[in-house]
C-alpha cells in the first residue's frame, strides 16, 4: 500500500484545488459577461435603441421590443404585486403558523419549482386559447405575474418578518387597527425588502423567452395597446441569433439584456443590503 | 371615590401556565395605582389585559371580569381598538415609530380621524408639554425620533400615548434602565398628570411606587397578595410577605 | 366590518399560488390526458416513435434525453459548484465570500438564450473540431445546463454550511483533525441534506430548461448514442412543435408538458421533505 500523505499536505493540495475550480468557475462569469459586452457594446448607439427593426431585424434597432418588454413588466407586476404583497402580509400579519399556512407555502414553493415550458404551455391553453386574449401583452403579463409570486411572496413575507415585533405593539396600543399598523408602520419598514421582490421580478420578465413566446408571440410591431401581440427583447434576441438574421444585432440585444440585467440584480443587491442596514 | 377599572377574579394563563390566579383589584378614577412585585410575577401580563393587548399572544386563556366604567372589557365582540384608544400604554423599552418626533406624536390622532392640521400641531404641542419634553424638542420637531436620547425616547411615548387624549393611562415599568434626571422628570410628570387621568404604574422600584403613587397593589407569583393605600401598605403592611418585600428581603 | 373584509381578501389573495398551481394542473392535465389514454400509457411512454402528423406519439427517446442531458450536467456542474461552495464558505475571508457569494448568483439572472447562444458561437464548434460529431449534441446541453445551475447549487449549499453549528467545527478542530479532515467528515456531513436539497433544485432547473437546450442540444429524433449525439428532451420538443401543432400533435405536447410537470413535481416533494428533515436537525 502506498505510503499515506501527510494530512496537512493534502489540505494544502486540496486547497489549491477547490480555489482553482472556484477561479475556473468566476472565471466563467466574467468571460461571459465581457465577451457579450466586447461584441455588443460597438453595436449600441442612440439609433439603435430609439429605431425600429427593419427587415426582420437584419437592420434597424430594437425600439418596439424595448416598448413590448417595458409594456410586459408593468402588466406583470400590476398583477403580481398586489396578489404577492397581500398574499405574504396575510401569512405574516393575519394567521398563525398552522395546517393552512403550511400548504400556502408548499403550494408556492411548487409553483416556483414549475418550469418556464409548462408555465408557457398554461398561458397558452388558458389564457391565449381558453380566455380568448390571443397572442397578447395581456396574456403574457398574466402569465408572467404567476411566475413572479412565488418570489414576490417570498421576499415580502421575509422583510415583513424582519420589522422589529415591538413597533406592531406600539401602534395597537395607541388603538390602531391591523390593517392600519399593516399599511403605515409595517410595510413602510418592509419596504426596501419588498422592492427587492419587485426588482427580480422585472429582470424575471426581461429574461424570460420560453413562455413569452407562447402568450405575446412574436409580432415585431410596435404594440400600441396591452391587447396587441409583440416582441420582447430576449425573444427578437433569440429569433435573431437562433435564425442567424443578423449577428451584429444579436450581439447588440445581448449586450443590452445583459447589462439591463446586471443593473437591476446590482440594485436589488444595493437594496437590501439598505434593508439590512437600516434594521440592524 | 369613584372606580375606574374594577378587577373580579381574573385568572390568566400562558399555554396552561397560570400567571395570575383569582386577582381582585380596583383602580380609583384621577390617582395613581402602583403594582409591585418581584420579575415573573406577571405585573406586565395584568397591565396587558387592561387594553387587550394579551389577545396578541397565542393560545393564551383568561377567565373573570375586568371593568371599565362598569363595561366588562373582556367581553367578546368588545371593539379593541376603542378600547386601546380609551386606555393607553407605555412599554418598558421606549419604541419610538421610525420617524420624525411630530410625526410619532401626530401618529394615533390622525388614524383616528384627526385631520385638521392647526388641531394636530396643538394636540402635539400640549401633550409634549404634558410629558415635560417641548422644552427640549420643540425646535426640531422634524427630526427622527431615534435620535433622541433614551429618557427622552420614554418621555416622548408618554406624549404619544396623551395625544390619543386616553382617559386610563398604564406604564410598565417607564423608568427602567434611564438616568435618575430622565426618572424624576417622569415622576413629576404622572403626579401633574393623575389630576384628570387614572394612571396605573408598575414599577419594581419600591423608593418610586412609595413616591409617585396613591394606592398599591403587590404581587407574587400571580397572586395578590396585599393590595390598600401607599401610606397603609409602606408604614402597617398586613402580609408578612409585603413586609418582606418593602424591606428589600426578596429578591 | 371593513377590517373583517380586508382580512378575507388577503386570504383570498394568500391563496392566489396555490389556486394558479391547481389551475396550471387541471389545465394541463385536461389538454393532455386525452390523448395519453387513446394512444395508451404504455406506447406513449415507451414507444421511441414520434410521428405525430402520422399518429405516433412515443417520447421514451425524449424522456431518455432529457434525464441524459440533466445527469450529464449534475456530473460536470455539482463537482464545481460544491467546490465554490466550500471555498467560498469555509476557505475564503468574509470579506472576499460577500463579494463572490452575489457574483455567482448573479450568474443565475443572465438569460438562457445568451447561455444558448455562447453555446452556439463558442462551445459547439469547440466540440466538433476536438471530439467530432455535428458540435450540436448532448455534451453541449450538459455543458451549458452546468453553468446554468451553478449558481442555484452553489448558492444553497453555501448557506447550509453556514449554517452547521461552530461547535461541531471547534470540536473536531480541538481532536487534532485538519481544517479539510473536519470540513470532509464533519461539516459536509451535517450539511448534507441542505446540499442535497440545493442538487435536487439544480436538476429540476436543469431538466426544466428550455431556450438553451433547443439551441445547443441538435434536435434529433433519436435515442442518444454517445455523449456527442444530437438529443431532443422533453423541454424542446414541446417549445420546437408548439407553433404549428393542432389537434392530436397539440394534445401530445401537452401530454409531453405531463410528463415533465410529473418529474418535476417528484423533485419538488423530495426536496421540501429534505429540506424539513434539514430543518429540523
Ligand atoms: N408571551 C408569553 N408567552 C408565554 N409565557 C409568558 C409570556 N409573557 C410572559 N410569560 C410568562 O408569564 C409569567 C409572568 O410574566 P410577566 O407578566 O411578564 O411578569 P412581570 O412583568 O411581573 O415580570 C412569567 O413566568 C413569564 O415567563
Ligand atoms: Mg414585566
Redesign the pocket.
Known sequence: MAKRINPLMLQRIVKAQLWSLTGFTIGILFFIIFFISIKGLPQITLEFLTSNPVDMGRSGGIFSTIVCTLYLIFVSLMIAMPLGVGAAIYLTEYTRESRLTHIIRFGTECLAGIPSIIMGLFGFAFFVMALGLGWSILSGGMTMSIMLLPTIIRTTEESIKAVPYELREVSFSLGVTRWQTVTKVVLPSALPGIVTGIVLGIARCIEETAVIIFTVGSSLRLPESFFDSGRTMAVHFYILAREGISMPNAYGTAAILILSILFINLSAYYLARQFLKKIC | MAAKIVVKDLSFS??H?R??SAVNLMVEADSILG?M????????????IFNRLCDL?P??RIEGEVFLDGENILRPGLNVDRLRKRVGMVF?KPVPLPRSIFENLAYGPRLHGIKDKKRLEELVERSLRLAQLWDEVKDRLNESAMKLSGGQQQRLCIARTLAMEPEVILL??PTYGLDPISTLKIEQTLQSLKESYTIVL?S?NTWQVARTTDNVAF?LM?ELIEYGSTHEIFTVPKDKRTDDYISGRFG | MKEKLIEKTLMLLAFSAIGALLLMAVFIFKEGMPIIFKVGIKNFLFSTHWAPTKGHFGVSSMIVSSLFVTIGAMIIGVPLALACAITLAEFAPQRVTVILKPTIELLAGIPSVVYGFLGVVLLVPLIRDYLGGPGLSLLAASIILAIMILPTITSISIDAIKAVPYSYKEGSLALGATHWQTIRMVILKAARSGIITAIILGMARAIGETMAVIMVAGNALRLPQSPLSPVRTLTSNIALEMGYAAGDHRAALFATGIVLFVFIMVFNVSANIITKRWRRE
Open positions: 400562558y399555554n401556565q400567571v395570575l403594582i412585585g418581584p420579575a415573573k410575577s406577571g405585573k406586565t401580563t395584568l397591565l396587558r399572544i393560545h393564551v418598558d410598565d415599568e408598575v419594581n404581587l400571580g
